[in-house]
C-alpha cells in the first residue's frame, strides 16, 4: 500500500519562501502523475500543482503560477514544492497526492489521484 508524508509546513512570515516535501513509500513504483493541492477550512480541496510520471512536465493552478515550483525525484521517490515570496492566502493544510501508474500526464482534479497524504499545515502571518 502506497503511503505518502508531508512535511515542511509551518507558521513563516509573509514574503518568506517555503519548501514541502512529500516522501513515498510501499509500492512507489506504480505511481504515475503527483500534485499538491491544499485546503482551508470551509473551502473545497484546491489544486495547486501536478508534475508528469517522469517529473518532465508540469501543471500549476492559476494561484500557484508564479511562485511555485513543483519537482519529483522518482530515484528517492520524493516531490517537493518551493513556494516564493508567501502571502496570508497561502495559509492552508497542503496535501501530496498521487495517482496510479496509467496517469502519466500532469493531473489537475482531486479524483485522478488514487494515494493521499494527510497533509502540512502552513500559515502565513502578516
Known amino acids: 500500500q502506497v503511503q505518502l508524508v508531508e512535511s515542511g509546513g509551518g507558521l513563516v512570515q509573509a514574503g518568506a519562501s517555503l519548501t514541502l516535501s512529500c516522501a513515498a513509500s510501499g509500492g512507489t513504483g506504480s505511481l504515475g502523475a503527483m500534485g499538491w493541492f491544499r485546503q482551508v477550512p470551509e473551502n473545497e480541496r484546491e489544486f495547486v500543482a501536478a508534475?508528469?510520471?517522469?517529473?518532465?512536465?508540469?501543471y500549476y493552478g492559476d494561484s500557484a503560477k508564479g511562485r511555485f515550483t513543483i519537482s519529483r525525484d522518482n530515484a528517492k521517490s520524493t516531490m517537493t514544492l518551493e513556494i516564493h515570496t508567501l502571502k496570508p492566502d497561502d495559509t492552508a493544510i497542503y496535501y501530496c497526492?498521487?495517482?496510479?501508474?496509467?496517469?502519466?500526464?500532469?493531473?489537475?482534479?482531486?479524483?485522478?489521484?488514487?494515494?493521499w497524504g494527510r497533509g502540512t499545515q502552513v500559515t502565513v502571518s502578516t
Open positions: 508534475c508528469s510520471a517522469s517529473g518532465r512536465s508540469t
Open positions: 497526492a498521487a495517482g496510479p501508474a496509467v496517469s502519466i500526464a500532469p493531473a489537475p482534479r482531486s479524483w485522478e489521484y488514487d494515494y
